[in-house]
């Protein structure tokens, strides 16, 4: 039982490169989201998906890029890497729908990026 | 700016005492709370969900809501050194017309054997 699987799992980029970061869910959840998790700020949402073919900004979406492929994945692209990108970035879905969503939150394990 | 607050610790309990983890919030309205646990270098894990006022127990765990106050609480009984981790209180508000998830920075709880 996967549950929510994160690819990859750490990465190294120089400023100015780009990359995707790859999210599945299997548990046929409806809402996706991406979160960045640096010290002593916590989690914040970068950009979710409350259904199929739908997304939005959350608190600090500059920089990123999204797109809910199909309902069990959710990717999240920098198209210009910059140090201050440096984080570790969690993938997530619940059951829930569009704004009526209030169920619990599933983690995968994460992604590890570091921009030199 | 909607808020979850917590203590962000860390603090330290003895081996077999209760641990208590406290988390308030701005939102007022807010009906959806849930507490993970998170170990260094993983990612956070559920290991509570309240949605209504008093408490809510699951094995050693008891999470406790009081929407008057706008507080929730979680108490882990008989604490063992494999409960040491980061605690992260999550509360759903309504932000710009859709309901996220707030999470608190979490506490961070260190129990010594």
């Known amino acids: 039982n996967a549950g929510v699987t994160q690819t990859p799992k750490f990465q190294v980029l120089k400023t100015g490169q780009s990359m995707t970061l790859q999210c599945a869910q299997d548990?046929?959840?409806?809402?996706m989201y991406w979160y960045r998790q640096d010290p002593g700020m916590g989690l914040r949402l970068i950009y979710y998906?409350?259904?199929?073919?739908?997304?939005d900004k959350g608190e600090v979406p500059n920089g990123y890029n999204v797109s809910r492929l199909n309902k069990r994945e959710f990717s999240l692209r920098l198209e210009s890497a910059a140090p201050s990108q440096t984080s570790v970035y969690f993938c997530?879905?619940?059951?829930?729908?569009?704004?009526?969503?209030?169920?619990?939150?599933?983690f995968g394990d994460g992604t590890r990026l570091s921009i030199l | 700016q909607k808020e979850v607050e917590q203590n962000s610790g860390p603090l330290s309990v003895p081996e077999g005492a209760i641990a208590s983890l406290n988390c308030t919030y701005s939102?007022?309205?807010?009906?959806?709370f849930f507490w993970y646990r998170q170990y260094s270098g993983k990612s956070p894990e559920l290991i509570m969900s309240?949605?209504?006022?008093g408490d809510k127990e699951d094995g050693r765990f008891t999470a406790q809501l009081n929407k008057a106050s706008q507080y929730v609480s979680l108490l882990i009984r008989d604490s063992q050194p494999s409960d040491s981790a980061t605690y992260l209180c999550?509360?759903?508000?309504?932000?710009?017309?859709?309901?996220?998830?707030?999470f608190g920075q979490g506490t961070r709880l260190t129990i010594n054997p």
């Open positions: 997530a879905s619940d059951e829930g729908q569009g704004a009526a969503s209030n169920q619990p939150q599933h």
């Open positions: 548990m046929n959840h409806n809402s």
């Open positions: 998906s409350a259904s199929e073919g739908t997304t």
């Open positions: 939102d007022r309205g807010s009906q959806s």
């Open positions: 309240i949605y209504s006022n």
């Open positions: 999550a509360v759903n508000m309504i932000i710009q017309g859709a309901q996220k998830l707030v």
